[in-house]
């Protein structure tokens, strides 16, 4: 199970979602998460078709702002499901 969090050191939307993806891994340590600072990792934001920050990429899911806990780890389940 894995999350994917695009986000910038820069934006103030991504507060909120810096505290969710903190929360995140401290209670679901089983779930990988990848943050990835778009700011040095331009390229991989552009193939990911990632226009803003923050997004948070769960499977096929996309959140551009912080989804409540429970949303998010419906989307990490769904997806995992779809996969496994």
Not at 18 to 31: A, F, G, V
Not at 34 to 48: L, N, P, V
């Amino acid at each position: 199970m894995k999350v994917v969090y695009y986000k910038s050191i820069i934006c103030p939307k991504c507060i909120p979602t810096n505290r969710l993806i903190k929360r995140l891994k401290q209670t679901h340590p089983e779930i990988e998460v990848e943050e990835i600072e778009i700011i040095t990792h331009m390229s991989r934001a552009k193939q990911d078709g990632v226009r803003h920050v923050p997004t948070i990429i769960a499977g096929p899911k996309r959140f551009y702002a912080a989804p409540s806990m429970e949303e998010l780890l419906d989307a990490v389940r769904a997806s995992a499901g779809a996969f496994g």
